[in-house]
């Protein structure tokens, strides 16, 4: 399925906010984020977790099916997964699911069947938060439902032991892979871990500058703050759409596996590829 097949455009921006959290679920379509994730895994505490799938249960299943911001709902994992699945499986404005600490693909078959069962078309981001799930990442992004991969870095650093210098260079090589198995699978590219410091927006549109040169096409968010500047970074310019709505316009009316860009230059299909995915990024 390709990209265009998935979604009209690619998410630039996905903000968290606590399932137990009324007063934020109140407010949280007003952020600006392209998508919201209501996380019902870290930001809630144990004794907290059955009131935080009512509160969100109730607050998913009265929205409306909005066209414009994609609702997902991050999932705990073991034996609280099942339950929280089944709450929310069935409500229409539900994008899918974030499957927190996925560790490889028989658990994604296994959410799969449940899905079916429930009759809901739901979609799945796989979260890899361990080496092993990284290493696996190739084969967790050919599982069923699959949209996209995400990277949950807290638990991954504590998992291999890594220490981020303030490049974040260390991180470099589970980035890299995990952008390259999407590629591979031919899913949407992957959008870009949380930074937890969510005062320096300077220092987050910096990494955020760096993640987008990666291949990133998003990235996630733990606080309003940080919305705006990953719209902004992720949102190419008019002239890069005009300049892609051009040329993908030459190529399908060529037909024949030839075209040129504006600078009379001729243009393989890897190029058109890379002109589409700036047309997804785009808004208008």
């Given at each position: 399925?390709?990209?265009?097949?998935?979604?009209?455009?690619?998410?630039?921006?996905?903000?968290?906010?606590?399932?137990?959290?009324?007063?934020?679920?109140?407010?949280?379509?007003?952020?600006?984020?392209?998508?919201?994730?209501?996380?019902?895994?870290?930001?809630?505490?144990?004794?907290?977790?059955?009131?935080?799938?009512?509160?969100?249960?109730?607050?998913?299943?009265?929205?409306?099916?909005?066209?414009?911001?994609?609702?997902?709902?991050?999932?705990?994992?073991?034996?609280?997964?099942?339950?929280?699945?089944?709450?929310?499986?069935?409500?229409?404005?539900?994008?899918?699911?974030?499957?927190?600490?996925?560790?490889?693909?028989?658990?994604?078959?296994?959410?799969?069947?449940?899905?079916?069962?429930?009759?809901?078309?739901?979609?799945?981001?796989?979260?890899?938060?361990?080496?092993?799930?990284?290493?696996?990442?190739?084969?967790?992004?050919?599982?069923?439902?699959?949209?996209?991969?995400?990277?949950?870095?807290?638990?991954?650093?504590?998992?291999?032991?890594?220490?981020?210098?303030?490049?974040?260079?260390?991180?470099?090589?589970?980035?890299?892979?995990?952008?390259?198995?999407?590629?591979?699978?031919?899913?949407?590219?992957?959008?870009?871990?949380?930074?937890?410091?969510?005062?320096?927006?300077?220092?987050?549109?910096?990494?955020?500058?760096?993640?987008?040169?990666?291949?990133?096409?998003?990235?996630?968010?733990?606080?309003?703050?940080?919305?705006a500047v990953a719209n902004e970074v992720f949102t190419p310019a008019?002239?890069?759409?005009?300049?892609?709505?051009?040329?993908?316009?030459?190529?399908?009316?060529?037909?024949?596996?030839?075209?040129?860009?504006?600078?009379?230059?001729?243009?393989?299909?890897?190029?058109?590829?890379?002109?589409?995915?700036?047309?997804?990024?785009a808004r208008k």
């Amino acid at each position: 399925m390709s990209l265009r097949d998935r979604r009209d455009f690619l998410a630039r921006s996905a903000l968290y906010v606590p399932g137990n959290d009324e007063a934020k679920l109140e407010r949280i379509l007003e952020r600006g984020a392209d998508e919201i994730i209501i996380d019902l895994e870290d930001a809630v505490a144990p004794k907290e977790k059955d009131r935080a799938r009512d509160i969100t249960r109730i607050w998913l299943h009265d929205l409306p099916v909005l066209d414009s911001v994609g609702v997902w709902v991050r999932v705990n994992p073991g034996q609280l997964r099942e339950a929280d699945v089944r709450a929310m499986a069935g409500a229409p404005a539900l994008t899918g699911f974030v499957v927190a600490k996925t560790e490889n693909v028989d658990e994604l078959h296994d959410l799969d069947r449940l899905l079916a069962s429930v009759g809901s078309t739901a979609g799945v981001v796989p979260l890899l938060e361990s080496a092993r799930a990284v290493l696996r990442a190739s084969d967790i992004a050919l599982a069923p439902r699959v949209r996209r991969l995400q990277v949950g870095e807290a638990d991954l650093r504590a998992d291999v032991g890594i220490t981020a210098g303030p490049d974040e260079r260390e991180l470099l090589y589970t980035r890299s892979h995990v952008v390259l198995a999407s590629a591979a699978a031919g899913i949407r590219p992957p959008i870009a871990p949380v930074s937890t410091n969510f005062r320096d927006l300077d220092a987050f549109r910096a990494s955020t500058v760096e993640l987008a040169r990666l291949g990133f096409v998003g990235r996630a968010c733990i606080h309003p703050g940080q919305v705006a500047v990953a719209n902004e970074v992720f949102t190419p310019a008019t002239d890069e759409v005009e300049a892609a709505r051009r040329l993908v316009g030459r190529w399908e009316f060529a037909g024949a596996g030839v075209a040129v860009d504006d600078d009379g230059r001729f243009v393989d299909e890897a190029v058109v590829r890379q002109a589409r995915l700036v047309l997804a990024r785009a808004r208008k």
